[in-house]
Every structure is written in C-alpha cells, then in structure tokens.
C-alpha cells in the first residue's frame, strides 16, 4: 500500500540539499511499524550541518507515509559510497 516511487520522490524533493538517494530499503516490522534505510547524497560540508535535515526527515516521512523507524546514512557527494574511498 506503500509507493516506493513515492517515497524516493519524497526525499529527494524534500530540500535543495539532498541531491540523491540511494540503497533505499522500505519494509514492515511486526504488525504494521514500517521501518526505512537509505542513503542520502548531501553537499560537500561538515556533517552536523545536517542534523536539522535529518530530524526533518524522519518526521516528515512519519508524517506522510506512517513511517517509525528510520536509519539514514549521509554521504558527502564527492565520497558516495559507490566510489572507490577504501584506495587513499
């Protein structure tokens, strides 16, 4: 009953500073708590610049799709995760 589609759209328009989603997971947890995971691509900046975001996310996603349990990964967009960063 859940548009996965939806929810990346979502996120992705949710703020000029999320510029990409990633390894987006969307499941339920016992009877009926729907849990997500994702990554979320950000500008180059120091990451407690984006608790705000965050928060905002999590409540947003709460709000409009009865989302409650909530993991997302932050990822500078020059260090995606698709990127080789274990060769320095």
Known sequence: ???FAGVR????GFDKNVIDVHDLHIWTIGEGER???AHIVVGDNLISSYHQLLS?????????FQIT????ELE???CKSGDDVCNL
Not at 58 to 64: A, H, I, R, S, V
Not at 69 to 72: A, D, G
Request: aromatic share 4%.
């Open 69 to 72: 349990h909530v993991t997302l």
């Open 76 to 78: 500078c967009e020059k």
């Open 1 to 3: 009953d859940l548009s």
């Open 56 to 64: 905002n996310l999590e409540c947003g996603l709460k709000q409009e």
């Open 9 to 12: 759209k979502f996120l992705l």
């Open 35 to 37: 849990a997500l995971m």
